[in-house]
């Protein structure tokens, strides 16, 4: 499977209208009833059902009953575990809801190489650590593309990201989605987050109006429900253009306090900015790029961040 198409990998089947007014509420619907469906957009085109992923997802969360698992264990909830390491490729299946319900070997070395990812003490059994960060919301891009990762796993050490724009570009150009009628705050909120990631490449990000011109769409789209995927990146490398989702469904918040389960539109968006600038995810905690959500707000670009900005980037070119 190529780059594009590890990296469109998940579906979206509808897309939501979303009314958001940052003055009088903290965080916004759909949760209020504002949000409309409609069937997918052609320009965000993937391989996986948003439904398929929300059955692994509820079937994670009810397994209520937690017990450790170890190899040549048998339980139902091993094939939903194989689901979504693969979804976020730590197993090599192309095919879905094809997972025997064994603890195989192969499915040993996946756990393996998460916990690896995920600093936690590498046991090669399904623990209670392993567990409690599986079911932590995150983003949708995989922590492996094509066997590379820049995780602490490091199963390759071609980490040969190749961006997606037409080679000597210098300016990208981004939009909201027009049906998601996104309020000013939002689009400000856009505009500092590609600020802040502009200043540390030789790139320059534009807002326009023109969605079906742009280079770089950023949409909400009714995904998988609370938690699970909160978002992610998808490239299309034939047309030129990366596509930003961000589920309807969560609790958003626009520069606020937020509760549990609350998600922080800043931090998510300064996190698949990055995948759009085709950084990878990263082990350490406290980066924008670690890919699952943490209950500290992350907003500013730490230095692992940049150490890896860097290393794609000539600042010096500016
Ligand atoms: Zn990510």
């Not at 809801?97 to 936690?120: C, E, P, R, V, W």
Request: aromatic share 12%; proline share 3%; with cysteine.
């Amino acid at each position: 499977m190529g780059l594009s198409a590890q990296r469109s990998f998940l579906l979206i089947l509808t897309l939501s209208s979303l009314f958001v007014d940052v003055s009088v509420s903290r965080s916004f619907p759909p949760a209020v009833g504002l949000a409309i469906a409609r069937q997918i957009p052609l320009w965000l085109r993937s391989i996986r059902s948003s439904k398929w992923i929300s059955r692994i997802w509820n079937k994670l969360k009810s397994f209520i009953t937690f017990k450790e698992l170890k190899l040549g264990d048998r339980e139902e909830v091993l094939s939903y575990l194989k689901e979504y390491l693969n979804i976020f490729g730590y197993l090599n299946s192309t095919s879905q809801s094809n997972f025997s319900d064994y603890f195989t070997l192969d499915f040993q070395s996946a756990i393996i190489t998460y916990q690896k990812n995920f600093n936690l003490n590498v046991t090669g059994n399904f623990d209670r650590n392993t567990s409690n960060m599986i079911s932590q919301p995150r983003c949708g891009v995989p922590d492996i593309i094509n066997d590379t990762t820049t995780m602490n796993s490091g199963v390759s050490n071609t980490t040969t990201f190749k961006p997606w724009w037409k080679e000597g570009k210098k300016e990208l150009i981004y939009a909201a989605d027009p049906e998601n009628n996104v309020t000013n705050g939002v689009r400000l909120l856009f505009r500092d987050v590609f600020d802040r990631w502009s200043k540390v490449t030789s790139l320059k990000f534009t807002e326009t109006t023109s969605f079906n011109g742009s280079d770089v769409r950023i949409a909400f789209v009714a995904f998988d429900g609370r938690g699970g995927t909160v978002g992610g990146a998808a490239t299309d490398y034939s047309l030129g253009v990366e596509s930003v989702y961000l589920d309807s469904e969560e609790e958003w918040v626009v520069r606020g306090e937020s509760d549990e389960g609350d998600v922080d539109l800043e931090f998510v968006m300064m996190h698949v900015v990055g995948h759009v600038l085709v950084l990878g995810h990263s082990s350490v905690e406290e980066a924008v790029m670690y890919p699952v959500v943490l209950k500290e707000k992350k907003t500013e670009l730490v230095f692992n961040d940049l150490q890896r900005i860097h290393q794609i980037y000539d600042v010096t070119s500016k």
